[in-house]
């Protein structure tokens, strides 16, 4: 889908300003969208004045009939704290287009709560934060295409988006990118141990275990070979890279990722039926 712009006296609402909320509306904030038009529900003090400092939108500590004007609702709370986040807000939200970022919270569950059909479900990462996000969507039966487009040009701000048809997937999807990043720091921080044992310090295995991540991701994404090609060809014949990869190998490191990607779209399935999905 091609990215519109954000229509442009759109007002939107978070509800929940932490870390994923941050991410959005500090994309939006920056890409030049007045921070008068947002609003975010956010019950404790110190978040609330961080919010407002770092990015000049609106605080409430608690839902009220000014929520009534916002076109976009966006839900940035823990999966457990969501269906009391709904109670005050539905009420003034019943026009909205509602965007939830919660894990394993289904579409099914959302409409209930929030008594609507307008609504998609997104699965993105913290590298949001950075501009460099993932993120993961599904469109409930009440969404529009032009809603669909303003997902797309709302969260354009924070990375890359890819729209799924089957909700089952997000599930999938997360199990790579929504999880993903703590795999990887998981990784750079093995790294970081061994260039230690190895003589270097531990600043300077970061930079170089980062620096590896990000050149061969973008090898990846500017390539049309397969990443095992990739690898190979960094494996000469007979040399060093090889008896790393035997190791791993040996070890069963594909096998133990894959096992935890099965683990954790599995955690995402059992909290939508936590949920009712
Ligand atoms: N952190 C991550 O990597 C990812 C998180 N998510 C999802 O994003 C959602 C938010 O996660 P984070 O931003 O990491 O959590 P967070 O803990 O940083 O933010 C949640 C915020 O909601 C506020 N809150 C609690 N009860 C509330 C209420 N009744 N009304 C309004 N606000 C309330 C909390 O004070 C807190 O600031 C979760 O549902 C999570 O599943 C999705 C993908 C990735
Ligand atoms: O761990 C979690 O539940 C959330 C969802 C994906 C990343 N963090």
């Given at each position: 889908?091609?990215?519109?712009s ?7 609402a ?11 509306l ?37 839902a ?40 394993g ?31 993961g ?11 669909r ?9 924070t ?7 089957q909700?089952a ?21 093995a790294?970081v ?37 990739l690898?190979?060809r ?13 190791i791993?190998?040996?070890?069963g ?9 099965h ?15």
């Amino acid at each position: 889908m091609t990215t519109t712009s954000i229509p442009e006296h759109l007002q939107i609402a978070f509800i929940g300003g932490g870390n994923m909320a941050s991410a959005i509306l500090g994309g939006l904030v920056r890409q030049g969208m007045a921070p008068a038009r947002i609003r975010v529900v956010e019950p404790f003090a110190e978040t609330r004045a961080r919010l407002q400092q770092e990015f000049g939108v609106q605080v409430l500590e608690a839902a009220d009939a000014s929520l009534g004007q916002a076109d976009v609702v966006v839900w940035a709370v823990k999966p457990q704290q969501f269906e009391e986040a709904t109670r005050p807000v539905a009420p003034h939200t019943g026009k909205a287009l509602h965007l939830s970022v919660a894990a394993g919270i289904p579409a099914s569950a959302l409409a209930r709560w929030l008594g609507t059909e307008r609504l998609v479900r997104a699965m993105p990462n913290t590298p949001a934060l950075v501009g460099q996000g993932m993120t993961g969507l599904f469109a409930g039966a009440g969404a529009s295409a032009d809603d669909r487009a303003v997902i797309d040009a709302l969260l354009a701000p924070t990375g890359q988006r890819m729209w799924l048809e089957q909700e089952a997937l997000i599930d999938s999807l997360m199990a790579i990118s929504g999880s993903g990043p703590a795999y990887v720091f998981y990784f750079i921080e093995a790294l970081v141990r061994g260039g230690v044992e190895l003589g270097l310090t531990a600043e300077q295995s970061k930079i170089l275990a980062a620096q590896t991540f990000a050149g061969a991701a973008a090898l990846v994404q500017g390539s049309s070979d397969a990443p095992e090609v990739l690898r190979q060809r960094v494996t000469s014949k007979g040399g060093t890279t090889h008896e790393a990869i035997v190791i791993m190998q040996q070890h069963g490191v594909e096998q133990a990722i894959v096992a935890a990607m099965h683990a954790c779209a599995a955690r995402g399935r059992e909290l939508a039926e936590q949920f009712g999905g």
